[in-house]
């Protein structure tokens, strides 16, 4: 099995730490809005990653941290006029329940900042032990110069990055390149007690400590999107090393971004679509198979036209798999002699999308070969096929799917759309006093899971 490691800018064989095991940490989200669907790639992508590590048999203990205390979360909190943790815990809430919805399987840990403070102190505080970092009053810096290997995963050289930035820097550092692990109180803002006095720390500090904290200090995999590589990762690997001595992660994955008309999806260009938007258009099933269609170190291209083509291809998929279902419940008997032939075949589909996988995950040649199986089970599933021969490429089939996430068995899910339809054809019908009409389609949003209740302001509804 074969990775690409930012560190080493090659494909690497996999080798884990420990025998059978994974140790992997995936930087996550700043926890201030609802999550965009530029944020749900690398969700996407590393539990792909972590679903065919388990597929091959691997235990893997995946970590993801929630960032809950930072100048956005703050800012907003300060809009609405409440405290910074009910900003973040909101916002966790509903980011668990979008995570839920791509079928991202729970991390083994989703530590979240706040609740590592003491952690974090006592990281800093050997850091300035050793000498990598100084305090300055109530602010403590990172001594860049003094960690050998900085620039060794973003490729930068000191020298050149300090050329490049403006000399406006603050005067108490001791050098342009020194970065921030924990800063003063401002007015206002949440703060913690620590020994260079009441504040808070910088960004990249949690992600050492948790890693440290629930993995160990060396891990198989430390993961994000590409544009952590540099300062985050970069300062991540400079603190976890000088303090701990020892080698901070083995590989380095990194994806690329997700785009809108070619430009990087972000919440500060307002050129994002949140998963909760998407969700009322498409079952989140497609976004994930979207995202999967490429492979995770391309860049990706956002479009409506890609996602129609992602629900087609997904939908061919389900409509083989609900033909293999009826097809199986009036099959009978054990595999057929003329059959042993194409348990064959199909070993050569598992073996392709292994080879796919194992190169680097690449899953869009994973799905090319789930659709190459779909049309060779389309062909040979036949009415009087064998049950044992149906099981086993009904088997097959929910295997590899299962390995990048996708739920093949339809749910009868109604988008947000259908629903206010529906409402608004109730409401009608009411006007009218066609009380049977309106009950029965309550009912049946009902039976969908869809509550009603009708306020002075309107009806209003809620997925049970
Ligand atoms: P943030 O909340 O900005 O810290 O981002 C959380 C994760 O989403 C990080 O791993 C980012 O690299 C990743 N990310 C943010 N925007 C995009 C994007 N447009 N495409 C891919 N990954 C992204
Ligand atoms: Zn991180």
């Given at each position: 099995?074969?990775?690409?490691?930012?560190?080493?800018?090659?494909?690497?064989?996999?080798?884990?730490?420990?025998?059978?095991?994974?140790?992997?940490y995936v930087c996550g989200p700043t926890v201030?809005?609802?999550i965009?669907?530029?944020n749900?790639?690398p969700m996407?992508?590393f539990?792909?990653?972590?679903?065919?590590?388990?597929?091959?048999?691997?235990?893997?203990?995946?970590v993801s941290n929630f960032t809950d205390?930072?100048?956005?979360?703050?800012?907003?909190?300060?809009?609405?006029?409440?405290?910074?943790?009910?900003?973040?815990?909101?916002?966790i809430?509903?980011c668990k329940?979008?995570m839920?919805?791509?079928?991202?399987?729970?991390a083994?840990?989703n530590p979240k900042a706040?609740?590592?403070?003491?952690?974090?102190?006592?990281?800093?505080?050997?850091?300035?032990?050793?000498?990598?970092?100084?305090?300055?009053?109530?602010?403590?810096?990172?001594?860049?110069?003094?960690?050998?290997?900085?620039?060794?995963?973003?490729?930068?050289?000191?020298?050149?990055?300090?050329?490049?930035?403006?000399?406006?820097?603050?005067?108490?550092?001791?050098?342009?390149?020194?970065?921030?692990?924990?800063?003063?109180?401002?007015?206002?803002?949440?703060?913690?007690?620590?020994?260079?006095?009441?504040?808070?720390?910088?960004?990249?500090?949690e992600c050492?400590?948790m890693?440290?904290?629930?993995?160990?200090?060396?891990?198989?995999?430390?993961a994000g999107g590409?544009?952590?590589?540099?300062?985050?990762?970069?300062?991540?690997?400079?603190?976890?090393?000088?303090?701990?001595?020892?080698?901070?992660?083995?590989?380095?994955?990194?994806?690329?971004?997700?785009?809108?008309?070619?430009?990087?999806?972000?919440?500060?260009?307002?050129?994002?679509?949140?998963?909760?938007?998407?969700?009322?258009?498409?079952?989140?099933?497609?976004?994930?198979?979207?995202?999967?269609?490429?492979?995770?170190?391309?860049?990706?291209?956002?479009?409506?036209?890609?996602?129609?083509?992602?629900?087609?291809?997904?939908?061919?998929?389900?409509?083989?798999?609900?033909?293999?279902?009826?097809?199986?419940?009036?099959?009978?008997?054990?595999?057929?002699?003329?059959?042993?032939?194409?348990?064959?075949?199909?070993?050569?589909?598992?073996?392709?999308?292994?080879?796919?996988?194992?190169?680097?995950?690449?899953?869009?040649?994973?799905?090319?070969?789930?659709?190459?199986?779909?049309?060779?089970?389309?062909?040979?599933?036949?009415?009087?096929?064998?049950?044992?021969?149906?099981?086993?490429?009904?088997?097959?089939?929910?295997?590899?799917?299962?390995?990048?996430?996708?739920?093949?068995?339809?749910?009868?899910?109604?988008?947000?759309?259908?629903?206010?339809?529906?409402?608004?054809?109730?409401?009608?019908?009411?006007?009218?006093?066609?009380?049977?009409?309106?009950?029965?389609?309550?009912?049946?949003?009902?039976?969908?899971?869809?509550?009603?209740?009708?306020?002075?302001?309107?009806?209003?509804?809620?997925?049970?």
């Amino acid at each position: 099995m074969k990775l690409y490691n930012t560190l080493s800018k090659k494909k690497e064989e996999f080798v884990p730490i420990e025998e059978g095991k994974v140790k992997m940490y995936v930087c996550g989200p700043t926890v201030y809005n609802y999550i965009h669907i530029g944020n749900a790639r690398p969700m996407i992508v590393f539990d792909t990653v972590r679903r065919y590590f388990e597929y091959k048999g691997y235990e893997v203990n995946y970590v993801s941290n929630f960032t809950d205390v930072d100048d956005k979360i703050i800012n907003k909190s300060m809009e609405e006029g409440i405290p910074a943790s009910e900003v973040s815990e909101r916002y966790i809430k509903e980011c668990k329940k979008d995570m839920a919805d791509l079928n991202i399987k729970p991390a083994t840990k989703n530590p979240k900042a706040t609740e590592e403070i003491d952690g974090m102190i006592d990281m800093i505080e050997t850091l300035i032990e050793k000498g990598y970092a100084y305090p300055v009053e109530g602010t403590v810096y990172f001594r860049t110069r003094k960690f050998d290997g900085y620039g060794k995963l973003s490729k930068k050289n000191l020298d050149e990055l300090e050329a490049g930035k403006r000399i406006a820097i603050e005067e108490q550092k001791e050098d342009a390149m020194d970065f921030v692990l924990w800063k003063p109180k401002k007015e206002g803002e949440p703060y913690w007690e620590s020994p260079w006095g009441p504040g808070r720390p910088g960004w990249h500090i949690e992600c050492s400590v948790m890693s440290k904290k629930y993995l160990g200090d060396t891990i198989d995999i430390h993961a994000g999107g590409e544009d952590l590589v540099f300062p985050h990762h970069e300062n991540e690997i400079a603190q976890s090393e000088a303090a701990n001595g020892k080698n901070f992660a083995k590989y380095w994955l990194h994806n690329a971004f997700l785009n809108i008309n070619n430009k990087k999806m972000s919440k500060s260009l307002g050129n994002f679509f949140t998963v909760r938007e998407i969700r009322e258009k498409y079952d989140l099933q497609v976004l994930r198979f979207f995202m999967l269609s490429a492979h995770y170190r391309s860049p990706l291209n956002f479009s409506a036209d890609l996602m129609e083509s992602s629900k087609n291809g997904l939908e061919r998929i389900r409509t083989s798999a609900e033909r293999l279902k009826n097809l199986l419940e009036k099959a009978e008997g054990p595999l057929k002699e003329e059959e042993k032939q194409l348990l064959e075949s199909q070993k050569e589909f598992t073996a392709k999308f292994e080879t796919a996988m194992d190169d680097d995950f690449n899953t869009a040649d994973a799905i090319s070969v789930i659709f190459e199986f779909v049309k060779f089970i389309n062909i040979e599933a036949k009415e009087d096929s064998s049950k044992e021969l149906l099981e086993s490429f009904q088997k097959t089939l929910n295997n590899l799917a299962e390995v990048l996430g996708i739920i093949l068995e339809q749910k009868e899910e109604i988008l947000d759309e259908e629903i206010e339809k529906l409402i608004a054809e109730r409401q009608a019908a009411r006007k009218e006093k066609n009380f049977a009409r309106a009950d029965e389609i309550r009912d049946i949003l009902w039976e969908k899971g869809i509550i009603l209740k009708d306020t002075r302001e309107g009806v209003q509804w809620k997925r049970a």
